[in-house]
C-alpha cells in the first residue's frame, strides 16, 4: 500500500448552546434568539488571519471504509501531509537564495531538487529502475526583478504584492510613471469615452476555481486594456488582506500587466476617490532564459 500512498501524494453548522431561562415573577421574559457560537470569524484575512482559516487536523471528518474496501485502510492522508514540508522546504530554499520569483519552476535548479526529491521516494519504498527521462524544454518566460510604488503627491508607498502575470513584457528594466485610472470591472461600458492612452489601468478581478486564472481575463478586460494603449495595467485580486498572487494566462500582453493584493489595491482606489493626484511606478525585467534542467522522474 505504501506504493499506491506515494502516487496519490505526488499528483502533487455548529450547534447553539441549550440552555434553559426561567420566568420570575416581576421579570419581562427575554425572547431574543439565544447567542450562537460562530465556527468562523468575521471579516478574516490573508495572510495575518493564516492561522485562523485552516482546521486543525483532528477536525477533519473521517468516515469506516465501506465492506469489501478495506485494502485501502493504509492510505493516510495525514502521513502524506507530514511530507509536505520537506517539499515546500525546496520552494523556501528557492527564496531564500535570493530569488524574487522562486518556487519549485520548471526548468530551474529547485526543479532538479524536486526531481531528486521523487526518485528519493521511489527508492524508498522498493521501486525498481528508477531513472530520471531528460526532455528538451523552450526557453522560460522568468521575472528577474520587479518593484512598484504608489505615489500620491510628495508620499511614495512602496507597493509590496504586485507580481507580473505569466508572460507579460517587462519596462526592459527601466522605470516607468503613469497616472493611475480606476476602470472597475473592465467592461466595454467602464471603457466608453475613456482615453486610457499612457495611463495606470487598474482593473478589479474575482480569481476563478483553483486560482489560477481570474475573471478579467475571462472577460476580455485584461486585453482591452492592453489595447487601449494603457501603459501599465493593474489587477486588483479580490482576495481578502495582503495576498500576492500568480495567475496564469497572461500571453499576448503587450504592456506590463500585474496583479496586486485587494489591501494595496484599496489604497489606490480610495485616493483616486480622494481627488488627489495619483501615480504609479514600475520597474521589471522579464527575460526569456534557458532551463538549467529538463527532466522529470519515472519507474
Known amino acids: 500500500m505504501k506504493k499506491f500512498v506515494i502516487a496519490a501524494m505526488l499528483l502533487v453548522g455548529a450547534a447553539g448552546p441549550c440552555f434553559a ?3 420570575t415573577e416581576g421579570l419581562t421574559k427575554d425572547t431574543s434568539p439565544p447567542p450562537v457560537k460562530k465556527l468562523y470569524e468575521d471579516d478574516l484575512r490573508l495572510p495575518d488571519d493564516a492561522a485562523k482559516l485552516f482546521l486543525p487536523d483532528d477536525a477533519y471528518l473521517r468516515w469506516p471504509l ?3 474496501e478495506e485494502a485501502y485502510a493504509d492510505i493516510d492522508g495525514m502521513a502524506m501531509k507530514k511530507q509536505i514540508p520537506e517539499i515546500t522546504a525546496i520552494s523556501r530554499k528557492s527564496r531564500d537564495d535570493g ?4 518556487g519549485r519552476i520548471a526548468g530551474m535548479p529547485s526543479d532538479r531538487m524536486i526531481q531528486d526529491w521523487v526518485a528519493g521516494q521511489f527508492k524508498a519504498i522498493g521501486l525498481q529502475q528508477v531513472r530520471r527521462q531528460e526532455i528538451d524544454m523552450s526557453p522560460l518566460w522568468y521575472p528577474n526583478s520587479w518593484e512598484a510604488s504608489l505615489v500620491v503627491g510628495d508620499a511614495v508607498t512602496p507597493l509590496k504584492t504586485t507580481f507580473p502575470i505569466t508572460d507579460t513584457v517587462g519596462t526592459d528594466n527601466k522605470t516607468i510613471q503613469a497616472q493611475a485610472v ?3 470591472l473592465g467592461t466595454p461600458a467602464d471603457f466608453k469615452d475613456r482615453d486610457v492612452r499612457g495611463k495606470a489601468v487598474v482593473l478589479y478581478s474575482n480569481p476563478t476555481p483553483g486560482g489560477r486564472d481570474h475573471f478579467a481575463r475571462w472577460s476580455g478586460s485584461m486585453m482591452r486594456a492592453n489595447k487601449a494603449g494603457a501603459a501599465v495595467v493593474l489587477i486588483v485580486m479580490d482576495i481578502p488582506g495582503n495576498v500576492t498572487t500568480e495567475p496564469e494566462a497572461g500571453a499576448g500582453t503587450t504592456v506590463p500587466t ?8 484599496t489604497a489606490i ?3 483616486i476617490e480622494a481627488g488627489k493626484d495619483v501615480t504609479l511606478r514600475l520597474r521589471a525585467r522579464a527575460d526569456l532564459k534557458p532551463p538549467t534542467s ?3 522522474c519515472r519507474a
Do not use: H, K, V
Open 258 to 265: 500585474l496583479t496586486i493584493s485587494m489591501q494595496e489595491g
Open 182 to 184: 480606476w476602470l472597475g
Open 66 to 68: 465501506p465492506p469489501g
Open 21 to 23: 431561562q426561567a420566568q
Open 99 to 102: 530569488n524574487q520569483f522562486w
Open 269 to 271: 482606489r480610495e485616493a
Open 294 to 296: 529538463g527532466a522529470c
